[in-house]
C-alpha cells in the first residue's frame, strides 16, 4: 500500500502547485496584462469578483455606496471587478444609456432578482427589442389615458381605507401604497385585481415577497443557481426548512399559473372589461412559441409586477414622509389645484407646475433601481474623456449617483420641489427610469399613477408621522 500513497500524494501535490500556477497567471493577467488594467480602481477588486461578494452580500447591499467611496478616492471612470468599468458623471448618463447603436446587457447582473427570461434580463440586444416590441404598446401615453379611469378607481378605494382610519388612527401607507399599485398593474397585467387594498390593516400584499427577493438578489447575483434551486425544491420542504423565502416561490408559481389560466381561457376577464389585459394580448399576439410558454411569460409577469408596485409604492410613501414633515407644501398643491379646478386626468395634473415639481422630487428622491446598471457596446469602442474603453466592456452608471449629484441638486437630501420649476434643464437628469433602448417601460403608468395619486390623497388627507422623525 505505501508505493499507491506516495503515488497518491504526489498526484495531489501536482494538483495543488497546478492550480497555485493557474491562479497566480490569471492574478497577474488581471492586474497586469488586462486591457483594463489601465483603469484606475483597487487592485483587490481586478483581481477577483469576490471583491464584490464581500462588499454586497457579507456586507449586505453596500457594493453601490462603497463604490461611490471608490470615485472620491480615484476619480470619474474606475475598474470596479475583472471585467467592469464605472462612471460617475451625470453627462456621460445619456452616452451610455443610449437608443442610437446597440447595448447588450451584462449576464452577470441580468438575474439579480431571480427572472431569467422576462425583457428587462435579456442580455440580446436584438432579442430584447422583439420581448420589449410585444409590450411597448400597452404603455404608451395614449393607452395610459385609457387605463386611467382604472388608475382613480383605485385611487378613490385607497381615500375610502383611509378616510375610514382618519380619527387618529396608525396607518402603514408604505403597504397602503404598495396595496394600490399592486392592484392597479394586476387590474392591467391580467384584466383581474388582486384586491390587495380590501385586506385589513393592508396586511396582504406583496410587500414581504419584494423585500424578499431583494434581500437575496445580490447573492443570486455572485451565485445564479440560488434562484434554480428555489424552482426546484418542493414547497412543503421550503415552508419547512426556509420559511422566509416562501414568498418567492409562491409568487413565481402564482405569474405562472395566471398565464396558464389566461392561455386556457379559464381567466375570460378580457372579455369582460374595457381596458387592454396585456397577457391576453401577448398571448395572442403574433410573438413565436417559444416566447410565449408559461415560464417565460411567468418571468415577464413576475418582472411587471415587481416593476409596477416597487418604485412606485415608494416614491409615494416618499412623497407623504416630506408632506408630513413640511405642512406647506401640501397646502401649496392644494392652492395651485383649486385655482386650475380641481382637474382629476393625468395629462392635465402633469400641467401643474407645482404638483408635477412634487412628483419628480419624489421619484429623485426615491432613487427607483439603486444598484448599477452595466452594458456592453458590442459594436465599438466607448469613449469617456481621455480614456478608450475596449468594446463589450462591461460599462455601468448608478441612478442614485445622478439624482443625488451635490452639483445638480444642491442640498440633495432635501426636499425641495421648487427646484424642478427653477430649473426645467434638471429634466435631462430625471434618470430613475433610466434612459435609452431599455429605458423602463412603465414610466407613463408611474408617472399617471403618482399624479392622481399625490392629488387625491394629499388633496383629502392631513397626515403625521407615527414614531418617527425627519432625523430619522
Given at each position: 500500500?505505501?508505493?499507491?500513497?506516495?503515488?497518491?500524494?504526489?498526484?495531489?501535490?501536482?494538483?495543488?502547485?497546478?492550480?497555485?500556477?493557474?491562479?497566480?497567471?490569471?492574478?497577474?493577467?488581471?492586474?497586469?496584462?488586462?486591457?483594463?488594467?489601465?483603469?484606475?480602481?483597487?487592485?483587490?477588486?481586478?483581481?477577483?469578483?469576490?471583491?464584490?461578494?464581500?462588499h454586497d452580500v457579507v456586507q449586505p447591499g453596500k457594493f453601490t455606496t462603497h463604490i461611490q467611496d471608490l470615485h472620491r478616492r480615484y476619480g470619474p471612470i474606475i475598474r470596479?471587478?475583472?471585467?467592469?468599468?464605472?462612471?460617475?458623471?451625470?453627462?456621460?448618463?445619456?452616452?451610455?444609456?443610449?437608443?442610437a447603436g446597440r447595448r447588450d446587457k451584462y449576464d452577470f447582473m441580468a438575474g439579480r432578482f431571480g427572472f431569467s427570461t422576462d425583457s428587462f434580463s435579456t442580455s440580446p440586444h436584438e432579442l430584447h427589442k422583439i420581448r420589449r416590441k410585444a409590450l411597448s404598446p400597452f404603455f404608451a401615453a395614449s393607452k395610459i389615458v385609457e387605463f386611467e379611469s382604472v388608475i382613480k378607481t383605485k385611487v378613490d378605494d385607497l381615500c375610502r381605507k383611509l378616510a375610514a382610519s382618519a380619527d387618529g388612527e396608525v396607518v402603514k401607507l408604505d403597504r397602503a401604497f404598495v396595496a394600490l399599485t399592486t392592484d392597479t398593474i394586476t387590474q392591467y397585467a391580467f384584466g383581474e385585481s388582486y384586491d390587495h387594498l380590501d385586506s385589513p390593516g393592508f396586511e396582504k400584499t406583496l410587500y414581504e415577497a419584494f423585500r424578499t427577493?431583494?434581500?437575496v438578489g445580490a447573492l443570486g447575483q455572485q451565485f445564479p443557481s440560488v434562484f434554480k434551486m428555489l424552482n426546484a425544491l418542493p414547497l412543503w420542504f421550503v415552508k419547512a426548512t426556509q420559511p422566509e423565502i416562501m414568498p418567492i416561490v409562491t409568487l413565481r408559481q402564482s405569474m405562472r399559473a395566471r398565464i396558464a389560466e389566461i392561455r386556457a381561457g379559464s381567466n375570460d376577464t378580457a372579455t369582460k372589461i374595457d381596458h387592454a389585459n396585456i397577457f391576453y394580448e401577448v398571448i395572442h399576439s403574433d410573438l413565436p412559441d417559444s416566447e410565449k410558454t408559461d415560464t417565460r411569460l411567468g418571468d415577464e409577469a413576475q418582472l411587471m409586477v415587481a416593476a409596477g408596485l416597487i418604485t412606485t409604492s415608494w416614491a409615494l410613501a416618499v412623497?407623504?414622509?416630506?408632506?408630513?414633515?413640511?405642512?406647506?407644501?401640501?397646502?401649496?398643491?392644494?392652492?395651485?389645484?383649486?385655482?386650475?379646478?380641481?382637474?382629476?386626468?393625468?395629462?392635465?395634473?402633469?400641467?401643474?407646475?407645482?404638483?408635477?415639481?412634487?412628483?419628480?422630487?419624489?421619484?429623485?428622491?426615491?432613487?427607483?433601481?439603486?444598484?448599477?446598471?452595466?452594458?456592453?457596446?458590442?459594436?465599438?469602442?466607448?469613449?469617456?474623456?481621455?480614456?478608450?474603453?475596449?468594446?463589450?466592456?462591461?460599462?455601468?452608471?448608478?441612478?442614485?449617483?445622478?439624482?443625488?449629484?451635490?452639483?445638480?441638486?444642491?442640498?440633495?437630501?432635501?426636499?425641495?420641489?421648487?427646484?424642478?420649476m427653477e430649473k426645467p434643464e434638471l429634466q435631462r437628469y430625471f434618470v430613475a427610469f433610466g434612459k435609452g433602448s431599455r429605458q423602463c417601460l412603465g414610466i407613463n403608468l408611474a408617472l399617471a399613477e403618482l399624479h392622481i395619486a399625490i392629488a387625491q390623497v394629499f388633496a383629502r388627507f392631513d397626515f403625521e408621522l407615527f414614531e418617527t422623525e425627519e432625523s430619522d
Open positions: 500500500m505505501a508505493p499507491l500513497l506516495i503515488t497518491s500524494a504526489s498526484h495531489f501535490g501536482t494538483a495543488v502547485v497546478l492550480l497555485l500556477a493557474y491562479t497566480a497567471c490569471i492574478a497577474i493577467y488581471r492586474v497586469l496584462l488586462s486591457p483594463l488594467a489601465k483603469f484606475p480602481g483597487p487592485k483587490i477588486a481586478a483581481l477577483s469578483t469576490w471583491y464584490e461578494f464581500y470596479i471587478s475583472p471585467t467592469e468599468l464605472h462612471i460617475d458623471d451625470p453627462s456621460y448618463f445619456d452616452t451610455l444609456y443610449t437608443r427577493i431583494h434581500s412623497a407623504a414622509f416630506h408632506f408630513a414633515c413640511k405642512p406647506d407644501i401640501p397646502a401649496r398643491m392644494r392652492a395651485e389645484l383649486a385655482a386650475a379646478g380641481w382637474p382629476s386626468g393625468w395629462q392635465k395634473l402633469e400641467k401643474l407646475p407645482f404638483l408635477n415639481a412634487c412628483v419628480l422630487e419624489s421619484v429623485r428622491l426615491s432613487h427607483g433601481v439603486v444598484t448599477r446598471d452595466p452594458r456592453l457596446a458590442p459594436d465599438t469602442e466607448l469613449k469617456y474623456g481621455e480614456w478608450t474603453i475596449p468594446r463589450n466592456t462591461p460599462v455601468s452608471m448608478t441612478t442614485v449617483d445622478v439624482l443625488m449629484n451635490a452639483d445638480l441638486f444642491p442640498e440633495p437630501t432635501s426636499f425641495i420641489p421648487e427646484r424642478w
